[in-house]
């Protein structure tokens, strides 16, 4: 899937974007259904002024980090890592609860399926 780079009062290099788009593929996560990058420059006394926001659009609540540095480069690289974490963190909890429910489907079948008439 193609991300949505968006530059904001500038324009942004190819080079830049086609970075972003094979950082972006090292997001491994089938339910994504959108991916929004927005890069901008911030105030121009603060010598990291390149600023990075990017939104995963998945069903639920969106995922999203926002990350400056003195380049764009590494506030993507950043902003990938945090996702990244973020992404391993939702499927271990999607993991557990698929085994916590495997677990109380199990009891219920067990506790309910052995029952002695007298």
Known sequence: MEPIIQSLGFKAKTELEDFITDKLQGIKY????????????????????????????????????????????????????VLQREVKQLREKQIDRRQADATAIQDALMSGGVEEND
């Open 30 to 81: 089938d339910k994504i259904i959108k991916t929004e990058v927005t890069l901008f420059l911030g105030p121009d006394s603060d010598p990291a002024n390149k600023v990075c926001e990017i939104r995963l659009h998945i069903p639920g609540n969106d995922l999203f980090a926002k990350r400056n540095a003195e380049f764009f480069e590494p506030a993507v690289n950043e902003c990938i890592d």
